[in-house]
């Protein structure tokens, strides 16, 4: 099955697509909001002694690093 480009969004593929499907199948994989609730925040304030700005930092530097 082939789709026109121009009906594609910007930098997606199917390639692409399938690569980002395919990294989910890995157990040590796992998709999340690029932007955490507050129950998120507030878990990850408890979990670590910190104020939930500075959870909110963790978060944001940890999903800037992953891949």
Excluded: C
């Excluded at 989910?24 to 925040?41: C, G, I, R």
């Excluded at 939930?52 to 963790?58: C, D, F, L, S, T």
């Amino acid at each position: 099955m082939t789709f026109p480009k121009d009906n594609a969004p910007a930098g997606v593929s199917v390639d692409g697509s399938l690569a980002a499907i395919g990294a989910l199948n890995d157990q040590s994989v796992t998709a999340v909001p690029l932007k955490p609730s507050a129950s998120m925040l507030a878990a990850g304030s408890r979990a670590g002694g910190v104020s939930v700005e500075i959870a909110w930092k963790i978060y944001q530097a940890m999903i800037r690093h992953a891949g």
